[in-house]
T-cell receptor, first 116, second 109 residues
Framework: DGGITQSPKYLFRKEGQNVTLSCEQNLNHDAMYWYRQDPGQGLRLIYYSQIVNDFQKGDIAEGYSVSREKKESFPLTVTSAQKNPTAFYLC???????????????FGSGTRLTVV | RKEVEQDPGPFNVPEGATVAFNCTYSNSASQSFFWYRQDCRKEPKLLMSVYSSGNEDGRFTAQLNRASQYISLLIRDSKLSDSATYLCVVELYGNKLVFGAGTILRVKS
């Protein structure tokens, strides 16, 4: 089955620790996105990548880093510089290979990150 | 003004009721519009795209009013299983989608 796999489902981070969230897709989609969702708020864009070896900052990139070494993979690192990392993190791909968003996005099942 | 605004609700309705949600957006140049459904602690899933002429999918009808920059979603004959958060989503710029904070629907028996 084609889809987007995010892991782990739940992640606990200690203060000052970096953690990496995995996002893998076998849909052969070019564009991938990372969003953060906080209770009562809309999804906010952290980073996105429209092609391998290239990525762009979204609206709330501070304290996060990404890489796009392979088409299938777009891992997100939450660094110690991110002061309020507890949130639900969602990875998405754009179904349209031309880069248009007419078909919307497909989401992975998300990772819940909690700072302990 | 927020880029995409929705009434957060919650909308509490009995089974069988008709309920409507509205959403306003800030960029008059937006071309693509969607409604997503998000169940508690799950990822958003595409419910339907919204077209200028309006479109219907079973009990769900979506409308777009470009002049007033708002989108609506109408749900007829509500089911218990319709209980969820409904996200209004708009392409604002650069082929990126912006998500509203969502409207909570609770359908009760």
């Amino acid at each position: 089955d084609g889809g987007i796999t995010q892991s782990p489902k739940y992640l606990f981070r200690k203060e000052g620790q970096n953690v990496t969230l995995s996002c893998e897709q076998n849909l052969n989609h070019d564009a991938m996105y990372w969003y953060r969702q906080d209770p009562g708020q809309g999804l906010r864009l952290i980073y996105y990548s429209q092609i391998v070896n290239d990525f762009q900052k979204g609206d709330i990139a501070e304290g996060y880093s990404v890489s796009r070494e392979k088409k299938e993979s777009f891992p997100l690192t939450v660094t110690s510089a991110q002061k309020n990392p507890t949130a639900f993190y969602l990875c998405a791909t754009n179904a349209d290979r031309s880069g248009n968003v007419e078909l919307g996005y497909t989401f992975g099942s998300g990772t819940r990150l909690t700072v302990v | 003004r927020k880029e995409v605004e929705q009434d957060p609700g919650p909308f509490n309705v009995p089974e069988g009721a008709t309920v409507a949600f509205n959403c306003t957006y800030s960029n008059s140049a937006s071309q693509s519009f969607f409604w997503y459904r998000q169940d508690c602690r799950k990822e958003p899933k595409l419910l339907m795209s919204v077209y200028s002429s309006g479109n219907e999918d079973g009990r769900f009808t979506a409308q777009l009013n470009r002049a007033s920059q708002y989108i609506s979603l109408l749900i007829r004959d509500s089911k218990l299983s319709d209980s969820a958060t409904y996200l209004c989503v708009v392409e604002l710029y650069g082929n990126k989608l912006v998500f509203g904070a969502g409207t909570i629907l609770r359908v009760k028996s």
